[in-house]
């Protein structure tokens, strides 16, 4: 580039770059750092809440319709006892029958240890025969060592969902207040925002926040329960355990369908090769309907954003809030592209 060509670009760049845009950023740049904090500093209670408006807003729906015929407070706590009894119902029994699925899985570990390390010793084997010398007992530490940590891992997630009965219990409280109030509550939030906004604040939230979760729920529930008919069909061990995680994942956005489906092919290749292939086919082409078919006009209006800051946002909320901010970030970050109008962050 000669001296006048890079002057003329230099003049360009600054003009494009001028004040305002340039504070802009820097304020945008800002408030998310603060955020970043906020969640970081206030994680459990934040995530409580979150969930439990999430809960509100899901149960809503049947209120509303309800209202029509009976009294808000009435209809609140029909739909909200219903609710219970459903939840009482799965728990009894999908709930115990993964969490039995999940404790016969982890007792077969060892089983799946030794089967990884046989096949890596037939690798290398067979390398060796063709006269490449690779040595894969370090791999085979690593290997053990990620299995024993994976157990542990496995176990004390077990554990986990025990003990945190009390934040679900946190959880349901405040999402029957907040079915009973929610509008008040929110109302009171929004003075803390500047009168221009607040009409677009609770737009970007009812679209990229809670219209978010709505689709993700009902594409999850689709895939987990198409998976498992295809896992009983193939006559699939652990179909119901395998099925949920390949569901759960699928509630993260961009690559968490393909992390579960990977996972649950490396779980059954000790069952035979030919049966991973068949539940990795059958899993990919589910999701192609999925994501062809059916996220188009479940996801319609919800998010719209660029897959490098998708990406970008997920990595962020992993760092700050570990798993459940990851499935937090991509609707923070959605309200505030949509808030302030970030055209270059949004998708075509």
Same mark, same amino acid.
């Not at 990919?284 to 479940?298: A, C, D, G, S, W």
């Not at 991509?330 to 962050?345: Q, T, W, Y």
């Given at each position: ?11 360009? *760049?600054?003009?494009?770059? /001028? ?20 969640? @970081? ?11 439990? +408006?999430?809960? +509100?807003?899901?149960? /809503?729906?049947?209120?509303?319709? &309800? !209202?029509?015929?009976?009294?808000? !407070?009435? !209809? ?9 009894? &459903?939840?009482?119902?799965? &728990? ?7 969490? @039995? ?62 003990? /945190? ?21 929110? /109302? ?15 737009? +970007?939230? =009812? ?12 594409? @999850?529930? *689709?895939?987990?329960? !198409? ?27 961009? &690559? ?30 589910? =999701? =192609?309907? $999925? ?21 970008? +946002? ?25 808030? *302030?109008?970030?055209? $270059?962050?949004?998708?075509?």
């Amino acid at each position: 580039m000669n001296e006048p060509n890079l002057k003329n670009f230099r003049e360009n *760049f600054w003009k494009q770059l /001028n004040n305002s845009k340039l504070i802009r950023y820097l304020l945008i740049f800002a408030f998310g750092w603060a955020i970043i904090q906020v969640l @970081s500093y206030f994680k459990t209670v934040i995530v409580i809440f979150i969930f439990a +408006a999430i809960v +509100a807003f899901l149960l /809503n729906y049947p209120v509303q319709w &309800i !209202s029509r015929f009976l009294p808000r !407070s009435i !209809s609140v706590l029909l739909v909200f006892l219903l609710s219970l009894l &459903i939840l009482a119902g799965l &728990i009894a029994t999908i709930g115990f029958a993964i969490l @039995s699925q999940a404790e016969q899985l982890l007792n077969q570990a060892p089983q799946f240890l030794e089967f990884i390390i046989s096949l890596l010793e037939r690798i290398q084997e067979t390398l060796n025969n063709w006269n490449f010398q690779v040595d894969f007992e370090a791999i085979e530490a690593q290997v053990r060592e990620q299995a024993t940590a994976g157990i542990g891992v496995g176990l004390a997630t077990l554990h986990g969902l025990v003990s /945190n009965l009390i934040d679900l219990i946190l959880i349901a409280v405040v999402a029957f207040f907040m079915l009973l109030d929610g509008k008040r509550v929110w /109302n009171f939030v929004l003075k803390a925002f500047p009168d221009r906004i607040r009409h677009e604040l609770t737009e +970007a939230i =009812q679209y990229n926040f809670l219209g978010f979760f709505w689709g993700r729920l009902l594409l @999850s529930i *689709f895939f987990g329960v !198409s998976v498992y008919i295809v896992f009983i069909i193939i006559d699939l061990p652990y179909a119901l355990l395998l099925a949920a995680i390949a569901g759960v994942f699928d509630l993260i956005p961009g &690559i968490g369908a393909t992390i579960g489906i990977s996972l649950v092919s490396i779980i059954v290749l000790p069952q035979g090769i030919w049966l991973s292939l068949q539940v990795l086919v059958g899993c990919i082409l589910l =999701q =192609q309907v $999925e994501e062809n078919l059916l996220m188009p006009r479940i996801m319609q209006g919800s998010i719209n954003m660029n897959p490098v800051f998708m990406f970008f +946002a997920l990595l962020v909320g992993a760092r700050v809030a570990g798993l459940v901010g990851v499935f937090l970030s991509i609707p923070l970050a959605g309200v505030l592209i949509s808030l *302030f109008d970030l055209k $270059e962050m949004q998708g075509k």
